[in-house]
């Protein structure tokens, strides 16, 4: 298996990047090859740099560098950025994806970049109208499984109802939920709550999910979302990154709070100790990092966005996650199973 | 004063309302009275069950009922509910507060009633078209004021705008901020992120803040809005609900993880004893009930919607801040800057 993984994007990139792919690659398969999209240049400075050797692969044969020019930038316009930076390391890996010659490609960079590119250069799975990207949250004793996180700011009912199947498909292939729990992101549970779209969205769920086999379960609010009993949630991506970053904001301030919290004084600081493992437990059970990447499910082959601001311990999570994702034969499923739904007439 | 309860209204009444006067009747004002709104029997009956007593008068002489026959359902449409139920504890409520009976009317029922009644009973500012619940929300050291929490469903752009302006008053008013700084949520900082809404509302913003004394910092994220730099973040009222119960879930999430892991084993149960308080402390700081009511700014009275679970503790907590905010004058301070303004021409 080749992992494809952009080496020029994200707020940390070319050091995280690099540093995870080097821990990646001793936990990852023994048949399992890195292949790091960048400026070879750049990237082999900072390897002397940080590990004393001049090439990566003196570090490992199975990570190698494929040279690209060009880096889209978080300020860059998607499509434009898409369509002319030609070998940036985003359009240079989804290429490569493209012509087979990766399983999977992972990059942290510009999200917008990142859906116009797997949209436009890989292809969206027929019958699939809009790719979205699905996050992992944390749940009681369990995920949550987010879609749509932030690609499709505006979206119609159907593409609620294909992001409520997409999440069906790949819950019960990759996590093995035999009847994953599927709810409509609103603001109250009644079906005559919310706005236009998540109304006309829950008639449309409701009509059709038996035929697509959706266990849809109604409206959920975020209030009820993280009780471990929901398997996932739909919605817009505009609604859904204001969702996402708002428990990331949430879970900076519970870290920063209990840590102050336990600081308070001498005494404090010295209680605290015994209760470090459990507290620490705690706050791993909370951090969106142990989640790992987002996927972008209804493309054709397996694309992760990275978090943005993954540093070396994401990335080298994530590259596993990447594997994972390939051995699971994720998105072959999803191709089958969209395949025998297609002649469903919705009501 | 006078404090109006709806007695009615809310998940445990009557008898956490109930049971907040009682303990909130000895911690305000000698001069403060609370008036009950509910049917007297059912009231009375309570009181003799919780406190052995045949009248609540007899617990204070400042616990007063106002006897009303009908209730307003959390399954009632708003407006109809408001027209028809004219002996409800929430319209008699509202008919009290305008015809000066009493100072401030808080309910905890049905909020689509609460809004309808508050804007048609009581009536809208001058100047403002939309009145908005105004929750307050954690951040670092600090506290952070969302608005709309979720009274208008739709917006347009002239709503947010008075929304950043309501809240500025009210924030520099209440709290004593001198200059609050107000964000636009959304998905992204740069300033063609986001929706139709937030693009158009941005640059009203951007364009009006200087004249309507409003610091407006730009686009916050979710990520970024609890970091106690941030007074107040304005949005529509689905997308502000969606906010708010993400981070009632992920709070209810933290709660019930920090105390499983704490009691994950002996050595953790017997470890976490010292670091109690500090845990005791962090807890506080996350729980929205530390926060009290939500305002609805914009109507010419002061209406508070106490949170729909509300117990005891909250009930107790939201008369106490209610007696508050009928002392800062808040309203009429609203009142009197919107005039000021009024005359202002918008770009």
Known sequence: ??????????DNAPDANIKGAVQAINEVKSTTEVLLIGNRDVINQR?????????????????KIHHTTETIEMEDTPTVAIKHKKDSSMVVGFN???EGKGDVFISAGNSGALLTG??????????????????????YK???????????TNCKPINLLQFAQMSSIYLRNTFNIENPAIGLLNIGTEETKGNELTRESYQLLKDNAEKLNINFVG???GRDAFSGKI?????DGFTGNIFLKAVEGIGKLVKRSLKESLKKNILSILGSI???????????TMDYKSYGGALFLGVKKPVVKAHGSSDEELFRFTIKQAEQFVENRAVEKMIEEFEKTRETKLV
């Open 1 to 10: 298996m080749i992992i494809l993984l952009d080496a020029m994007g994200g």
């Open 47 to 63: 390897v002397k740099e940080l590990y004393g050797k001049d090439d990566i692969s003196e570090i490992s044969d199975r990570l």
């Open 96 to 98: 490569l994806l493209k």
């Open 118 to 139: 797997a949209t436009l250069l890989v292809g969206r799975i027929k019958g699939i109208d809009r790719p979205a990207l699905a996050g992992i949250l944390p749940a």
């Open 142 to 152: 369990s995920r949550l499984l987010l879609i749509d996180c932030g690609s499709n």
């Open 219 to 221: 409206n959920v609010e």
């Open 231 to 235: 398997d996932a949630i739909v919605t």
């Open 274 to 284: 015994p209760c470090l493992p459990a507290i620490n437990r705690f706050a791993k």
